[in-house]
């Protein structure tokens, strides 16, 4: 779709003729594969196992049954494949492009965060209300909040920017639970919009705010005064060389918006701007 990358670690877990299979899109034939196989068991009255891989606060602390904490999200109501379709569309689409960018990694790491934090809180919880999850919707809405953080400004459906389109889904849904008062719904949608978006910033991969840097720089480590021998001259570089430094970076402004860039390349743009002025004066 974008096909940007600023990770060496993006390449193809396997490929199947031509085609590589990435991360994303295993999960997808996964999630596929074991709503087909609950259909089946539903099917054929075998309702039960699924209800023994949903999540339940109740049968994690007094049962140690731990592994709801992760088989929640591979439980798919019949009922909903309609809409589990659109999901699993939507995961391929997106999924694709935040795992190109931030690499294979990283982005198992994103998944394995999304999965357990909204769980984890719900545990939590469960101390003092007994709480239930079973699906992914949240999951997944997740996955697209870090590509509307990695892309803002990248026009959608309707040329409506990625990061407004997030917006709306994420205010739609929360009016939608707070009408029917489904507190652990609303606490695991925040949970994982919260946890993708700081997943991403924290990465430097987001846009760039004022209040975050601020947080960064106060809890950050302190710079420690180091003394540097002293080195010898270089050649200044010349001016084809600086833009032969910056060009892909500015292909990358004009194509994604200055949002799209990494930390290291916003320092370095600044770096060879600063150079640029030098000279000119």
Same mark, same amino acid.
């Given at each position: 779709?974008?096909?940007?990358?600023?990770?060496?670690? +993006?390449?193809?877990?396997? &490929?199947? @003729?031509? +085609?590589?299979?990435?991360?994303?899109?295993?999960?997808?034939? =996964?999630?596929?594969?074991?709503?087909?196989?609950?259909?089946?068991?539903?099917?054929?009255?075998?309702? !039960?196992?699924?209800?023994? =891989?949903?999540?339940?606060?109740?049968?994690?602390?007094?049962?140690?049954?731990?592994?709801?904490?992760?088989?929640? *999200?591979?439980?798919?109501?019949? !009922?909903?494949?309609?809409?589990?379709?659109?999901?699993? +569309?939507?995961?391929?689409?997106?999924?694709?492009?935040?795992?190109?960018?931030?690499?294979? #990694? *990283?982005?198992?790491?994103?998944?394995?965060?999304?999965?357990?934090?909204?769980?984890?809180?719900?545990?939590? &919880?469960?101390?003092?209300?007994? !709480?239930?999850?079973?699906?992914?919707?949240?999951?997944?809405?997740?996955?697209?909040?870090?590509?509307?953080?990695?892309?803002?400004?990248?026009?959608?459906?309707? #040329?409506?920017?990625?990061?407004?389109?997030? =917006?709306?889904?994420?205010?739609?849904?929360?009016?939608?639970?707070?009408? +029917?008062?489904? &507190?652990?719904?609303?606490?695991?949608?925040?949970? !994982?919009? @919260?946890?993708?978006?700081?997943?991403?910033?924290?990465?430097? *991969?987001?846009?760039?705010?004022?209040? &975050?840097?601020?947080?960064?720089?106060?809890?950050?480590?302190?710079?420690?005064?180091?003394?540097?021998?002293?080195?010898?001259?270089? #050649?200044?570089?010349?001016?084809?060389?600086?833009?032969?430094?910056?060009?892909?970076?500015?292909?990358?402004?004009?194509?994604?918006?200055?949002?799209?860039?990494?930390?290291?390349?916003?320092?370095?743009?600044?770096?060879?701007?600063?150079?640029? =002025?030098?000279?000119?004066?």
């Amino acid at each position: 779709m974008f096909g940007v990358t600023t990770s060496d670690d +993006y390449r193809p877990v396997a &490929w199947m @003729g031509r +085609y590589p299979v990435d991360v994303t899109t295993m999960l997808v034939v =996964l999630h596929v594969a074991v709503a087909i196989l609950t259909a089946v068991l539903v099917a054929f009255g075998a309702s !039960s196992v699924v209800a023994f =891989l949903q999540f339940d606060s109740a049968e994690v602390w007094y049962g140690g049954q731990v592994w709801r904490l992760l088989t929640y *999200a591979f439980v798919h109501a019949p !009922s909903g494949l309609l809409w589990f379709a659109i999901e699993m +569309y939507m995961l391929f689409v997106f999924g694709r492009e935040v795992e190109r960018f931030i690499g294979r #990694r *990283a982005y198992i790491v994103l998944y394995l965060v999304l999965l357990i934090a909204p769980t984890a809180v719900l545990t939590i &919880w469960g101390l003092w209300q007994r !709480s239930a999850l079973a699906g992914s919707p949240a999951l997944h809405f997740g996955i697209f909040v870090a590509f509307a953080t990695i892309y803002p400004r990248v026009e959608l459906f309707l #040329r409506i920017m990625a990061k407004w389109i997030a =917006l709306i889904l994420a205010g739609v849904y929360t009016f939608q639970l707070l009408a +029917y008062h489904a &507190w652990t719904d609303l606490v695991v949608v925040w949970t !994982s919009i @919260g946890a993708a978006f700081l997943f991403i910033e924290l990465r430097g *991969a987001g846009p760039e705010l004022a209040w &975050w840097s601020n947080v960064k720089a106060r809890f950050g480590p302190k710079p420690k005064i180091r003394v540097l021998q002293r080195t010898q001259m270089r #050649r200044p570089a010349e001016p084809d060389d600086v833009y032969a430094s910056i060009d892909p970076i500015l292909d990358k402004i004009s194509k994604f918006g200055i949002g799209s860039l990494t930390a290291n390349e916003r320092r370095q743009l600044n770096r060879e701007r600063e150079r640029l =002025l030098k000279k000119s004066e």
